[in-house]
Nanobody
Framework: QVQLVESGGGSVQAGGSLRLSCTARGDTDSTNCMGWYRRAPGKEREGVATIYTGSGISYYGDSVEGRFTISQDHAKKKVYLQMNSLNVEDTAMYYC???????????????WGQGTQVTVSS
């Protein structure tokens, strides 16, 4: 089992930045990728970014490409999501996830955190 704990959400004005953190605990050797999803009210869950923890290769959803950056501290089992140029459409609950990713561009979906709220105001 892997436990994921997110932090760093909050409220920010449009154009601002936030950084989310996710710490993994437990049997992390059973996973090879970590990532972030989000779900806005009335919308489906969306994959935001994922990083393959061994290679450091990352993938992004189209709506955040160029504005968000996923990174990791492999030794500390932490993944970060730096979010810049935030807009109101980025308002959502953000979830950290971990799992095994074997296909190009795959997102993890086996283990989930509780989520952290990001609210962007105009």
């Amino acid at each position: 089992q892997v436990q994921l704990v997110e932090s760093g959400g909050g409220s920010v004005q449009a154009g601002g930045s936030l950084r989310l953190s996710c710490t993994a605990r437990g049997d992390t050797d059973s996973t090879n990728c970590m990532g972030w999803y989000r779900r806005a009210p009335g919308k489906e869950r969306e994959g935001v970014a994922t990083i393959y923890t061994g290679s450091g290769i990352s993938y992004y959803g189209d709506s955040v490409e160029g504005r968000f950056t996923i990174s990791q501290d492999h030794a500390k089992k932490k993944v970060y999501l730096q979010m810049n140029s935030l807009n109101v459409e980025d308002t959502a609950m953000y979830y950290c996830a971990a799992g095994s990713c074997w296909l190009h561009g795959a997102f993890p979906d086996k283990y989930w955190g509780q989520g952290t709220q990001v609210t962007v105001s105009s």
